[in-house]
């Protein structure tokens, strides 16, 4: 077995790697959706549209059929990949691949029934079509996330961003080919499927091109029995329990949001929330290298140095993020959509800023306490987290609206506070050291960053906004060089 340079130069450079690939893929993602919304409502119309869009938001609610196996899976392949068995490390890729997919098969045979049943169509209120549509995506669903856990072993040898990648290209080829097949008449269906075999394609490649054929790992599957299967999911609970937290925290709370203020408010809502993914998302996407980097470091220092190098990343992209978005977001939904925002209070940019800082936290705790056998507290602290953002839902919002909201929820990730207190000894290192002196680092170019965003700001110019920006990139860039350096 192969082992991947782990040198803090290397680990810097798949931490910018990382950020590179993950940064495409949202704005590769963010272009499907601007470029092919228009023409998908023009051809098929606002039903057919909501089909897809449905199809679609199935992907991220169908997170919840990994049950923790992914994460499980990682951390395995790394403890065996130290100890240097190439047996167990091909063992480990077995389990997790026969775990998820008797749960993918699972999902599949109760989608088809209740299609086969015409139920998806009647719950729905979907045309006939509606039935296969969904059935066929949640089987669709299920190859492209095991085409993903497959290529686990790239990440536990430290080549995340060699995943991100072909996810990547899968998200960019998406648009030329869905969009060339919906311009020539094709149905929901046909663009849900191709769709699909975009994102799925790459990965298969990949694990023809990466070095996983080779191994031919699939032969330690004999010794697979179903305990060995069982014991997976059961290992993986506190694993799956972030992942739930993570899906009532977000999508559930648009439910509530609706529950209480109505379907408009969870529109606009919905529209918010994507904005704070800016932060929360992309902006702490280095944390995603936290569970292979210190799960495959043995020494307390080293690890400390580790999740100091993708910590560092995470600061620096989330806390100019905060300054764009608490800044700006008031002048560009204003411009965007005036109608529809008009009733949003000034202060609303800094209350979804807060959010997405608090959802970045919460995920760089996450997956550091994966990586150091925090799991268990670093679960409870998450369910917690999304317990309180859920009442944050049915307490703030009818009283202090939206703003309230979020401004709730982004503080409920303080919940995480007590792991993130036990990561710090973990390291051997205090509280301040680990989470607050590398903000100090970072002052000079936020209050440079602040003074261009708060200048744009004062004068309500889209002109000097996007020139703001453009500075605050450049800070940015300068940043990351000069972490590089040190």
């Known amino acids: 077995m192969e082992n991947a340079p782990s040198s803090g130069r290397n680990y810097r450079w798949e931490l910018f790697l990382n950020q590179f690939w993950q940064g495409l893929n949202f704005f590769s993602k963010a272009a499907f959706l601007g470029l092919l919304a228009p023409l998908m409502l023009k051809i098929w119309g606002p039903v057919s549209y909501g089909m897809f869009a449905l199809a679609s938001s199935l992907l991220v609610s169908l997170a919840i059929l990994d049950c923790g196996v992914r994460s499980l899976t990682r951390l395995r392949l790394c403890e065996t990949r130290i100890a240097g068995d ?4 091909n063992f480990a890729v077995c389990e997790g691949l026969a775990a998820f997919a008797l749960i993918a098969l699972l999902a599949f045979g109760i989608a088809a029934g209740l299609a086969m049943a015409g139920l998806w169509s009647r719950w729905l209120q979907l045309p006939p079509e509606g039935d296969f549509l969904i059935a066929m995506t949640v089987g669709l669903i299920g190859l492209f996330m095991l085409s993903v856990l497959v ?3 790239l990440a536990a040898e430290g ?3 060699t995943l991100k990648a072909a996810n990547t290209i899968g998200a960019a080829v998406a648009i030329p080919i869905v969009g060339l097949q919906v311009w020539l008449g094709g149905s929901v269906t046909a663009a849900v499927f191709v769709y699909f075999l975009c994102l799925t394609l790459p990965n298969v490649v990949l694990f023809f091109t990466g070095g996983l054929i080779q191994t031919r790992f699939w032969h330690e599957g004999r010794r697979l029995t179903p305990r060995h299967i069982l014991g997976t999911l059961h290992s993986g609970g506190w694993f799956y329990a972030t992942t739930l937290a993570l899906v009532a925290k977000t999508h559930a709370l648009t439910f509530i949001v609706s529950a209480i ?11 918010l929330l994507r904005i704070t993914e800016f932060i929360g998302g992309l902006g702490a996407t280095s944390s995603d290298t936290s569970q292979a980097s210190l799960a495959g470091e043995v020494t307390a220092s080293k690890r400390g140095e580790n999740f100091r190098h993708s910590y560092t990343y995470t600061l620096i992209f989330c806390l100019h993020g905060v300054l764009v978005i608490g800044f700006l977001a008031p002048i560009i939904l204003h411009l965007w959509l005036p109608k529809e925002t008009a009733g949003l209070p000034s202060g609303i940019g800094w209350a979804m800023a807060l959010y997405g800082l608090g959802a970045a936290f919460s995920k760089t705790v996450v997956n550091a306490a994966m990586g150091t056998g925090l799991i268990r507290s670093a679960a409870i602290g998450n369910l917690i987290e ?3 953002v859920l009442a944050c839902g049915f307490v703030l919002q009818p009283i202090f609206g939206l703003t309230g909201l979020f401004m709730g929820a982004g503080m409920a990730a303080l919940a995480l506070l007590p792991t993130a207190v036990l990561l710090s000894k973990n390291f051997t290192q205090s509280f301040s050291q680990t989470w607050l002196q590398p903000i100090g680092r970072q002052l000079l170019p936020l209050l440079l960053s602040g003074l261009a965003l ?10 000097l906004s996007a020139i703001a920006v453009g500075f605050a990139s450049l800070l940015v860039i300068a940043s990351i060089r000069r972490s590089h350096k040190s």
């Open 86 to 89: 190439t047996r167990d490390f």
């Open 151 to 153: 290529l686990e072993p």
């Open 159 to 161: 080549r995340l961003s």
């Open 261 to 271: 203020g109505g379907p408009s408010e969870a529109g606009i809502f919905y529209i």
């Open 386 to 388: 999304a317990s309180l």
């Open 454 to 463: 708060g200048t744009a700001y004062s004068f309500h110019s889209i002109i």
